[in-house]
């Protein structure tokens, strides 16, 4: 593999031809902020978080989706890139309804840990209270579109691992919505095979099964990573 | 060095977050020897008073809580919200994405714990609804937040004691940020 001479936060780094600027980093114990991006399934660059400056280009870059070229400088780290995070971080909480004390993903939950991680104590920003569906008509799982913040990680990977193409998009801007088929109840689904991959990626308590209590939810994300990983070794 | 003047009260809450108060134990003892408490839920005072720290918990659900925050603000040279209410609105928001008429029917009428009388109360001295229920930082100027349901106890005193002995606390960088 031909490599390239790349430069991040200061460093100089040779790294592989193809490869993102998110994978680099993490390769190399740069700590990126992510919230779409899943090991195993692809990237599409919807949460915002992983922005990155890169000299000569004049706007800010997702580092998923970007991928490294010949002698880029880039900065991971600046008061910038920090401050577009919080106020990210902010808008995911302020879009939908995340009450924390009700959720059942609540101590385990990448939504929490993020706001932590940037030091969110309050949000600037008024809160949009929409009226969101909770669909509990599938009989083992629940989406409750109040705590989703569309990372879409459902989607993908129930098109990209599964195979079933069971959740969609629909609508744009604050009233986007993951669907089940053609936004019917998720329990009628005839393209759900209820393997439960989506509620294992799901990073909030907005997909969560009906086998657990508030605050007691386990996920086992891993799972999915593990299995994409397997299904590529030439056994 | 003259004693600070701190003061707490309990808008749109659960007093959750005062219960947590209180669980700072005999720590209580350090914080009245760099203050005195001169507003609380059980200080029998009418109007709330000057204050060097206000701890406020809950949300602005009324037009009661409104015109208390916006007293207590005057008063206050810091004003700390206390608790996922006060900074979230929380549990106290979840009826926001409902018009008022529907909340006032479903707990006065429809619940199966009434009589189905069909009666909301109504009596000029009750305190009013506010069609939304809002966080503190909507309406005024907050100093701190402490986002918890409830935050611990250790998190309370952690902010008292910073602020009481003339520090910036940071809840961020002492890990202490905990939602729900």
């Given at each position: 593999?031909?490599?390239?001479?790349?430069?991040?936060?200061?460093?100089?780094?040779?790294?592989?031809?193809?490869?993102?600027?998110?994978?680099?980093?993490?390769?190399?114990?740069?700590?990126?902020?992510?919230?779409?991006?899943?090991?195993?399934?692809?990237?599409?660059?919807?949460?915002?978080?992983?922005?990155?400056?890169?000299?000569?280009?004049?706007?800010?870059?997702?580092?998923?989706?970007?991928?490294?070229?010949?002698?880029?400088?880039?900065?991971?780290?600046?008061?910038?890139?920090?401050?577009?995070?919080?106020?990210?971080?902010?808008?995911?909480?302020?879009?939908?309804?995340?009450?924390?004390?009700?959720?059942?993903?609540?101590?385990?939950?990448?939504?929490?840990?993020?706001?932590?991680?940037?030091?969110?104590?309050?949000?600037?920003?008024?809160?949009?209270?929409?009226?969101?569906?909770?669909?509990?008509?599938?009989?083992?799982?629940?989406?409750?579109?109040?705590?989703?913040?569309?990372?879409?990680?459902?989607?993908?990977?129930?098109?990209?691992?599964?195979?079933?193409?069971?959740?969609?998009?629909?609508?744009?801007?604050?009233?986007?919505?993951?669907?089940?088929?053609?936004?019917?109840?998720?329990?009628?689904?005839?393209?759900?095979?209820?393997?439960?991959?989506?509620?294992?990626?799901?990073?909030?308590?907005?997909?969560?099964?009906?086998?657990?209590?508030?605050?007691?939810?386990?996920?086992?994300?891993?799972?999915?990573?593990?299995?994409?990983?397997?299904?590529?070794?030439?056994? | 060095?003259?004693?600070?003047?701190?003061?707490?009260?309990?808008?749109?809450?659960?007093?959750?977050?005062?219960?947590?108060?209180?669980?700072?134990?005999?720590?209580?003892?350090?914080?009245?020897?760099?203050?005195?408490?001169?507003?609380?839920?059980?200080?029998?005072?009418?109007?709330?008073?000057?204050?060097?720290?206000?701890?406020?918990?809950?949300?602005?659900?009324?037009?009661?809580?409104?015109?208390?925050?916006?007293?207590?603000?005057?008063?206050?040279?810091?004003?700390?919200?206390?608790?996922?209410?006060?900074?979230?609105?929380?549990?106290?928001?979840?009826?926001?994405?409902l018009t008022k008429e529907e909340v006032f029917n479903?707990?006065?009428?429809?619940?199966?714990?009434?009589?189905?009388?069909?009666?909301?109360?109504?009596?000029?001295?009750?305190?009013?609804?506010?069609?939304?229920?809002?966080?503190?930082?909507?309406?005024?100027?907050?100093?701190?937040?402490?986002?918890?349901?409830?935050?611990?106890?250790?998190?309370?005193?952690?902010?008292?004691?910073?602020?009481?002995?003339?520090?910036?606390?940071?809840?961020?960088?002492?890990?202490?940020?905990?939602?729900?």
């Amino acid at each position: 593999m031909p490599k390239i001479p790349v430069n991040i936060d200061g460093r100089a780094l040779e790294v592989d031809v193809g490869r993102t600027i998110l994978d680099v980093c993490r390769e190399n114990e740069i700590e990126i902020l992510t919230m779409c991006h899943f090991e195993g399934i692809g990237d599409v660059g919807a949460c915002r978080l992983c922005l990155v400056e890169i000299e000569g280009i004049n706007k800010l870059l997702p580092a998923c989706t970007t991928k490294v070229a010949a002698n880029q400088v880039i900065k991971t780290q600046t008061e910038k890139l920090k401050k577009y995070q919080k106020i990210t971080t902010e808008l995911l909480f302020a879009e939908r309804n995340h009450i924390c004390a009700v959720c059942i993903a609540d101590g385990n939950c990448e939504l929490q840990d993020l706001g932590y991680k940037v030091g969110m104590e309050h949000v600037r920003f008024p809160y949009l209270f929409p009226k969101c569906e909770v669909d509990t008509s599938h009989p083992w799982y629940v989406m409750d579109h109040n705590r989703c913040i569309m990372c879409v990680r459902c989607v993908r990977v129930c098109s990209e691992v599964e195979g079933a193409h069971n959740w969609g998009i629909m609508n744009r801007g604050f009233q986007v919505r993951v669907i089940s088929d053609f936004n019917t109840p998720w329990g009628d689904s005839t393209t759900c095979t209820a393997c439960s991959k989506c509620v294992n990626v799901c990073p909030t308590g907005a997909l969560w099964s009906k086998a657990a209590v508030q605050g007691q939810l386990v996920k086992q994300p891993q799972m999915v990573s593990e299995l994409v990983a397997k299904r590529k070794m030439n056994l | 060095m003259t004693k600070k003047k701190l003061a707490t009260v309990w808008l749109g809450g659960c007093s959750g977050c005062h219960m947590s108060l209180l669980d700072i134990d005999e720590r209580i003892l350090d914080v009245i020897k760099l203050a005195d408490i001169v507003k609380c839920p059980i200080v029998d005072t009418k109007e709330f008073p000057e204050a060097d720290i206000a701890l406020v918990e809950g949300s602005v659900t009324s037009d009661e809580h409104l015109h208390e925050l916006l007293h207590i603000r005057k008063k206050s040279r810091v004003l700390i919200a206390l608790g996922d209410c006060a900074v979230t609105t929380n549990v106290t928001g979840m009826r926001n994405c409902l018009t008022k008429e529907e909340v006032f029917n479903y707990a006065y009428i429809q619940a199966a714990s009434n009589d189905k009388e069909g009666k909301t109360p109504d009596h000029p001295a009750l305190l009013k609804l506010r069609d939304k229920v809002v966080p503190l930082q909507e309406v005024v100027k907050v100093d701190f937040s402490i986002p918890g349901c409830p935050p611990s106890a250790d998190t309370i005193f952690y902010v008292l004691a910073e602020l009481l002995n003339d520090r910036i606390p940071n809840l961020a960088q002492e890990r202490k940020l905990k939602y729900g």
